[in-house]
């Protein structure tokens, strides 16, 4: 009955677009390429927060991620290229693979064994799923029983950038 | 009952955990390492959504989004550094650091 319902057909969608581009990151070789993958992958993301009925988590996510993180990236992508000549045959964007076979295995092994072991479960879930807003919610609850660790969260979040401006400058 | 079963959740999660380690596994490039770094942090946050679906205190839900936040600490931290990595050795591979024992 689940299964062809106008939600099951949304999940499927978004499972194929986020599994998909995290596929191609993992086959691609071109560093470029892969970022725009993980923009997709992002995306799917976001859409499966908004299947779970979280949408706060959804709008945070696409905003730090697809507007912050990949930004991050396509600068470290840029700074670190290298200054090759225009008749250069050398592309820096391609980047090696060493141990496809025991990466493979790994990752399979990885992927069926915590599946088997998450079939074996029996979750407790919740009986009735709020399928409205939780925005409301979450803001209560960052300004009332999480205040502490919001407030240290922001302190840790300005540090860090703190710290990374000042790792980045030029010590010369 | 109009919802989607937990265990779709976590095989998406679990995909991208594996893919994660799979490309920080095979990638030399220390930018792809972060990338999938970020895949396996994202993997385990989709857990921590699915599972507070429904949940009346939303701890899943805030412990989540705590979780973004020191995801972004942890990439403009580590993307600093490899600009500094650049800018002293010129390249970013990792087979480049090799311990002289």
């Known amino acids: 009955m689940i299964m062809n319902s106008p939600l099951m057909i949304g999940f499927l969608a978004l499972t194929f677009l986020t599994c ?11 560093v470029l390429h892969a970022a725009l993958a993980m923009f997709m992958t992002m995306l799917g993301l976001a859409g499966f927060y908004v299947l779970a009925f979280a949408d706060v988590m959804a709008v945070s996510h696409l905003m730090i991620y697809v507007g912050g993180v990949l930004i991050l990236i396509l ?5 670190t290229g290298h200054r090759t000549s225009k008749t250069g ?3 820096e964007l391609f980047t090696e693979q060493k141990g496809k076979f025991w990466a493979f295995t790994i990752g399979l092994t990885v992927f069926f064994g915590l599946s088997w072991l998450m079939g074996q479960q029996h979750f407790y879930t919740f009986a009735d799923v709020d399928q409205h807003s939780k925005l409301g919610q979450a803001g209560l609850s960052f300004m009332l029983e999480y205040s502490f660790p919001f407030e240290l969260t922001g302190v840790f979040l300005l540090i860090a950038l703190v710290g990374a401006t000042y790792i980045a ?3 010369e | 009952m109009n919802e989607i079963p937990l265990i779709f959740f976590l095989w998406v999660g679990a ?3 594996a893919t994660g380690l799979s490309i920080i596994l095979i990638k030399r490039n220390v930018i792809f390492v972060l990338m999938g770094v970020e895949l396996m942090l994202n993997a385990a946050n989709l857990n921590l959504i699915a599972f507070s679906r429904g949940d009346e205190q939303n701890q899943g839900l805030m412990m ?3 979780v973004l936040v020191i995801g972004v600490c942890e990439m403009s931290i580590a993307l600093a550094i490899i600009l500094q990595v650049y800018r002293r050795f010129k390249k ?3 087979d480049q650091f090799q311990s002289r024992n």
Not at chain 1, 75 to 79: A, D, L, V
């Open chain 1, 75 to 79: 600068f470290g992508i840029m700074m």
């Open chain 1, 169 to 171: 400058k030029n010590h």
């Open chain 2, 92 to 94: 970013i591979d990792i």
């Open chain 2, 64 to 66: 989540g989004l705590f």
């Open chain 1, 20 to 30: 998909g581009s995290a596929f191609f990151m993992l086959w691609t070789k071109n």
């Open chain 1, 89 to 91: 045959e050398t592309n």
């Open chain 2, 15 to 17: 995909f991208l955990f």
